[in-house]
């Protein structure tokens, strides 16, 4: 009963250094979903992916990157962090959005960026 | 353009007293679903309900009851007889029709005092 799965969970990086953030999921969902969260701001989305190949931007894109080379992982890609990339990162899938299926999301990746 | 507004940052009650918490939305789309998540202290992310837009029955679910009014375009969640377990940050969401995404309120931290 794995559902969403995110690696790492904890992670401090100096600024200018290149990370990946993992996120599995084993329900067979077309949609995944890249969220950050910070004190008063809810939950932005960086990215989402609605299958296999397909990406898209969301609301907070600038300094990302996202593949989805598998249907079931979605990853997310800092490339030069920076200090305001500190933050909480939810990864979520849904089975659809059209249907508008609920989100279930992992246990987030606390990120911090010195 | 879609919005969700939780006015409320903070709420503090003491334990077996009954809560609301608010959610405001705007969409232009006729049709539409409205949710709750739940984020205790732990972290992770818990859906708690789906409405759409075309029924407006109230629901209750032990404890938890929602208020779903299109008249004042709001999704209101009530907590009766508050527990300190119910302590959490609860995020209010909407998704319309044709879009693939999700818009989270900022989120409403509930304190439940013994």
């Known amino acids: 009963n794995a559902g969403v799965t995110q690696t790492p969970k904890f992670r401090v990086l100096k600024t200018g250094q290149s990370m990946t953030l993992l996120c599995a999921q084993d329900?067979?969902?077309?949609?995944m979903y890249w969220y950050r969260q910070d004190p008063g701001m809810g939950l932005r989305l960086i990215h989402y992916s609605v299958g296999e190949g397909t990406t898209a931007k969301g609301e907070v894109p600038d300094g990302y990157n996202v593949s989805r080379l598998k249907k079931q992982n979605f990853l997310l890609g800092l490339e030069s962090a920076a200090p305001s990339q500190t933050s909480v990162y939810f990864c979520a899938s849904s089975y659809s959005i059209a249907a508008h299926e609920p989100q279930h999301f992992g246990d987030g990746t606390r990120l911090s960026i010195l | 353009a879609q919005k969700v507004t939780q006015a409320q940052t903070e709420i503090s009650v003491v334990e077996k007293e009954d809560v609301t918490l608010d959610c405001v939305y705007e969409t232009r789309d006729t049709t539409y679903y409205l949710f709750w998540y739940k984020q205790p202290p732990s972290g992770e992310l818990v859906f708690l309900i789906r409405r759409n837009s075309f029924d407006e029955q109230n629901e209750i679910s032990g404890r938890y009851s929602w208020n779903f009014q299109k008249s004042t375009s709001s999704f209101n969640f009530t907590i009766t007889a508050s527990q300190v377990v119910d302590s959490a940050v609860y995020f209010c969401?909407?998704?319309?029709?044709?879009?693939?995404?999700?818009?989270f309120g900022k989120g409403t931290r509930l304190h439940i005092l013994p």
């Open positions: 969401a909407l998704s319309t029709g044709g879009d693939d995404k999700i818009i």
């Open positions: 329900m067979n969902h077309e949609y």
